[in-house]
């Protein structure tokens, strides 16, 4: 029962900042530096598997060690799993796309540290607290 209830807090909680943060990003960084790389609609079913996926990966590697070592070893996993899959999709795509600029990896990169850190200690506070 407490993956199940941590795996809801993460999803509510990333879920959550991930819409506050594509809702001002997409029209303020990502349209203006990427434009027609764009989709001209979001794509729902493989955001879908991948935040089905993600939260599954941040629930095995932040928040399992987390419900057993503390909320520091949730925050630590969480910001090395949130750099390190964030900088492999936009590492990659500076590296194959013939634009991709710096800046939005350098940006992206920081979210995806701060929002995963985030999610997985909060999950992982939720939790030990009500399971």
Do not use: E
């Not at 991948?50 to 630590?76: E, I």
């Not at 800046?103 to 850190?117: E, L, N, P």
């Amino acid at each position: 029962m407490q993956y199940v209830i941590a795996y809801v807090a993460a999803a509510v909680v990333f879920g959550a900042l991930d819409a506050l943060w594509l809702g001002w990003a997409g029209s303020k960084l990502y349209r203006p530096a990427l434009g027609d790389l764009l989709a001209p609609q979001f794509r729902a079913a493989p955001a879908l598997v991948f935040y089905v996926l993600y939260l599954a990966g941040m629930l095995w590697f932040a928040v399992r060690p987390g419900l057993s070592q503390g909320l520091g070893a949730a925050a630590l996993n969480g910001a090395i799993l949130g750099a390190m899959c964030y900088m492999t999709y936009d590492l990659t795509s500076q590296a194959v796309l013939a634009r991709w600029p710096v800046h939005v990896t350098v940006i992206d990169v920081i979210w995806g540290t701060f929002a995963t850190t985030v999610a997985a200690t909060a999950a992982t506070w939720i939790a030990l607290k009500f399971a």
